[in-house]
């Protein structure tokens, strides 16, 4: 059975820095780029981040600020959220891409961050 997990979400002052992280089962985590969106109040779901083999990518809004990484000994895949901004206030989750041996995306349940003083 797969499952995301997501941790580390809460409650930050802005400029303050927060890790997420996401432990995964159910799959063969290395084989999969694995990404992290979020979801603000009444927004859409946006792309944050990804890493895979091809390499990182980050959404501009991020960029500097942000870092991903993957422990695939761990089976988890983190983000290091630095200088934070209240407009980085959303639920935060992680996706398993699909791969050509398995098309299915897996999500996890999220993580709220809320960036206030």
């Known amino acids: 059975q797969v499952q995301l997990v997501e941790s580390g979400g809460g409650l930050v002052q802005p400029g303050g820095s927060l890790r997420l992280s996401c432990a995964a089962n159910g799959f063969t985590f290395s084989d999969r780029p694995m990404s992290w969106y979020r979801q603000a109040p009444g927004k859409e779901r946006e792309w944050v981040a990804t890493i895979s083999t091809a390499g990182i990518t980050y959404t501009g809004s991020v960029k500097g600020r942000f870092t991903i990484s993957r422990d695939n000994a761990k089976n988890t895949v983190y983000l290091q959220m630095n200088s934070l901004k209240p407009e980085d206030t959303a639920d935060y989750f992680c996706?398993?891409?699909?791969?050509?041996?398995?098309?299915?995306?897996?999500w996890g349940q999220g993580t709220q961050v809320t960036v206030s003083s």
């Open positions: 996706k398993a891409q699909g791969t050509r041996f398995d098309s299915r995306d897996y």
